[in-house]
């Protein structure tokens, strides 16, 4: 349970809350257990909560006409999703699928509004989460337009390694969970041209390709690399 109160902490939802607000807060959630691949709900749903990541891995996606998946993002432990349909209440605009097994903190609007009616500051922190997600949406755009795709391969890679990575003695291990069609729809290009910039990185000693993982040897020319 210290643990569960631990991440729930760090989550922007709960930041800006005293002890005894979170815990108010708190005794609201709800816990909801995924299973790898298991969908928690589809783009065009009705959305009546949020979610924080308790542990595992959620990714979400949109479908293109043609049936094509576009993976949006890939959120971890203390991030949260959901968030939108409080403040407008139209259907879903993603759908949000487990990469790995895993538990997640959920919070029904329903209970949420009149809390945020007494703790104002909840209400700007959900904003902050909002406008965050918005820049990070604009410097996406940016870096479909004038990013190549080496460029753009880095830079999803350090983005993964700064929320995922663990230091080892033989470099920055990113265990991202994705298969090479996902990580390829996450930089928004091809497997095979997704692939063929990997191969790259590694020949040129930057880093190492493990199962649903890298290893980042040289992170200061990888980020060279992403500008």
Not at 20 to 25: D, F, K, M, R, S
Not at 109 to 126: K, T
């Amino acid at each position: 349970m210290d643990e569960t109160n631990e991440v729930l902490r760090k989550a922007p939802l709960f930041e800006a809350l005293d002890e005894e607000g979170a815990a108010a807060l708190r005794a609201s959630v709800s816990e909801v257990r995924l299973g790898r691949g298991q969908t928690l709900f589809s783009e065009g749903d009705e959305g009546d909560r949020l979610y924080v990541i308790l542990s595992g891995k959620v990714k979400l996606t949109r479908a293109a006409v043609d049936g094509r998946e576009n993976l949006l993002s890939v959120l971890g432990p203390s991030e949260m999703f959901g968030e939108l349909s409080l403040f407008d209440p139209r259907p879903r605009t993603a759908s949000a699928i487990a990469v790995t097994d895993a538990v997640l903190a959920g919070l029904g609007h329903d209970d949420l509004r009149p809390f945020i009616a007494q703790q104002p500051q909840v209400s700007l922190q959900l904003l902050k989460a909002l406008a965050n997600r918005l820049r990070r949406t604009n410097d996406v755009m940016s870096d479909l337009v004038f990013t190549d795709v080496p460029g753009r391969v880095a830079g999803q890679l350090l983005d993964l390694a700064d929320r995922f990575g663990k230091e080892g003695e033989d470099g920055l291990h990113v265990h991202h969970d994705l298969t090479q069609e996902e990580l390829a729809q996450l930089v928004g290009a091809s497997r095979e041209t997704v692939n063929k910039a990997l191969a790259e990185f590694a020949l040129r000693g930057w880093l190492r390709i493990e199962a649903k993982a890298v290893v980042l040897m040289d992170v200061e020319r990888m980020r060279r690399r992403a500008r």
